[in-house]
Nanobody, 120 residues
Framework: QVQLVESGGGLVQAGGSLRLSCAASGNTFSFDIFGWYRQAPGNERELVASIYRGGRINYAESVKGRFTIARENAKNTLYLQMNSLLPEDTAVYYC??????????????WGQGTQVTVSS
């Protein structure tokens, strides 16, 4: 059973910082892709940042230069460092882990989400 548990969300003023963590059960080497997504009320869930097994990293344009994604395999943990936060960053943030299969659909796992609220 794979479990992803996010933490680190909260209320912060604009310009502040937060670090989100996602603790994964099992060896994270078994996951090929990790990602952070967010969903604001009335909006669809969107990709914020992703990190691949080989080290490739992608960021949404809206967070480039402000957010940093990192994984620490020794602790089976994924992080999202968020700096210079803006009110429009307010959302529920979700962690996702993917095992890529050679045949058939990939195995996708989601955390329960953590609320980030940025006040102006």
């Amino acid at each position: 059973q794979v479990q992803l548990v996010e933490s680190g969300g909260g209320l912060v003023q604009a310009g502040g910082s937060l670090r989100l963590s996602c603790a994964a059960s099992g060896n994270t080497f078994s996951f090929d892709i990790f990602g952070w997504y967010r969903q604001a009320p009335g909006n669809e869930r969107e990709l914020v940042a992703s990190i691949y097994r080989g080290g490739r990293i992608n960021y949404a344009e809206s967070v480039k230069g402000r957010f940093t994604i990192a994984r620490e395999n020794a602790k089976n943990t994924l992080y999202l460092q968020m700096n210079s936060l803006l009110p429009e960053d307010t959302a529920v943030y979700y962690c996702k882990a993917v095992r890529v299969r050679a045949v058939g659909p990939n195995d996708d796992y989601w955390g329960q989400g953590t609320q980030v609220t940025v006040s102006s």
